[in-house]
């Protein structure tokens, strides 16, 4: 008798699971399609049902100059983000799960604490510490470009550090000690050995660290200066003054972007290996 219901039980808990799983993408995925249909209504007060449909919030972009010019601030500061994220979180990473020194956990966790810190909070102590950094060192910080580059770093890192070191836990170390049995120094190793094995979790580091960066609102609206709008600012000043499919057409094109580099990225690294 047991033996008889087993299969019909697991075949019950795999429909479960399954109907689950797909109300779950469903939740996740709605927002999108609103966004999507939403964007190409031929009405400029949003009302349902749409009396047609048009591609003219698209090329309205082009019109509103903040959009343009929050876009190429939001890249520059992205890149240059990711670029000093990874400069910092792979040493770091490396040291996580490599080194044997005491307190490991709490470095690790110390790097990964942006993360889970609200947005509006880390935006605030930001902004009183460039403020009291300004006033002790006489650098010019708040409201510069140099320093809304450092606050993205800082939520670029935590991005840097967790995927590398899934990377790093799951590689074989036997290939790297055949190197250095082959007479491979410590330098040649890592580049030559350890870097191309991590490979997956640097690029993810790099996509994931990235889109952290460029779609930041919250701490941003604490740092920026006047004449410097980040894109999602450029989308809530729009907001406060028009309510139009304009910014949901921008918004499309900022996922149809994120989406189309998840998905050249994924088909030369496999994602899946350390996401």
């Not at 697991?10 to 927002?31: E, K």
């Not at 057409?249 to 899946?272: E, F, G, M, N, R």
Request: charge should be neutral; include cysteine; charged fraction near 10%.
């Amino acid at each position: 008798m047991a033996y008889s219901r087993m299969p019909r039980e697991g075949l019950i808990g795999r429909i479960l699971l399954n109907g689950a799983a797909a109300l779950a993408m469903v939740y996740i995925l709605l927002p999108l399609f609103f966004v999507f249909w939403l964007s190409v209504f031929n009405q400029e007060i949003p009302s349902f049902p749409p009396d047609g449909y048009s591609l003219r919030w698209f090329s309205a972009l082009a019109e509103y100059r903040e959009f343009a010019s929050g876009f190429i601030l939001s890249l520059q500061v992205g890149v240059i983000a990711t670029f000093v994220g990874l400069v910092l979180g792979l040493p770091a990473a490396l040291v996580i799960v490599r080194s044997q020194i005491n307190g490991r956990g709490f470095f690790n966790s110390l790097l990964l604490a942006p993360m889970v810190v609200p947005g509006v909070v880390l935006g605030t102590a930001l902004y009183v510490f460039q403020i009291e950094a300004e006033i002790a060192t006489d650098l010019p910080l708040m409201g510069s470009f140099l320093g809304l580059v450092i606050a993205h770093s800082l939520i670029v890192v935590p991005w840097t550090v967790r995927l590398i070191c899934a990377n790093l836990v799951g590689i074989d170390r036997t290939i790297e000690e055949a190197a250095y049995n082959l007479g491979a120094g410590p330098i040649t190793t890592f580049f030559k050995i350890t870097l191309p094995m991590i490979r997956p979790g640097l690029v993810a580091a790099t996509l994931f660290g990235f889109v952290a960066s460029f779609g930041n609102l919250e701490m941003s609206l604490f740092l920026v200066g006047p004449g410097r709008t980040t894109l999602p600012i450029a989308i809530l000043q729009y907001l406060e003054w028009k309510i139009d499919p304009t910014v949901a057409a921008a918004s499309v094109l900022q996922i149809a972007l994120i989406a189309l580099a998840l998905l050249i990225t994924d088909h030369y690294v496999k994602l899946s290996r350390v996401v």
